[in-house]
Nanobody, 124 residues
């Protein structure tokens, strides 16, 4: 069992930055690839960024490339999402997720564990 707890959400103006954290506990997080998803009201949950089990490979949705950076700290069992140049369309609840595979997937249904989410609101 893995427990994921997100933090770092909040309200910012367009162009601002936030850093989300996802702290993992339970079975070692190094056994899992990790990802961030987001879900806006009335929309499906969508893939934002993922990092491989080894940390050597990262992937991003086209909508956040060049603005968001995913990283991990295995010593702290924590994954981060640095979000820069935020836009109103980035407003959503952001969830981290863990999958018992070496590479993350963009498909949310295959993930094994989810955090409760943290709200990000970007105003224009």
């Amino acid at each position: 069992q893995v427990r994921l707890v997100e933090s770092g959400g909040g309200s910012v103006q367009a162009g601002g930055s936030l850093r989300l954290s996802c702290a993992a506990s339970g079975r070692t997080s190094s056994n899992y690839a990790m990802a961030w998803f987001r879900q806006a009201p009335g929309k499906d949950r969508e893939f934002v960024a993922g990092i491989s089990r080894s940390g050597g490979s990262r992937s991003y949705d086209d909508s956040v490339k060049g603005r968001f950076t995913i990283s991990g700290d295995n010593a702290k069992n924590t994954v981060y999402l640095q979000m820069n140049s935020l836009k109103p369309e980035d407003t959503a609840v952001y969830h981290c997720a863990a999958i018992s595979r070496p590479i993350p997937s963009t498909w949310p249904n295959v993930y094994d564990y989810w955090g409760q989410g943290t709200q990000v609101t970007v105003s224009s």
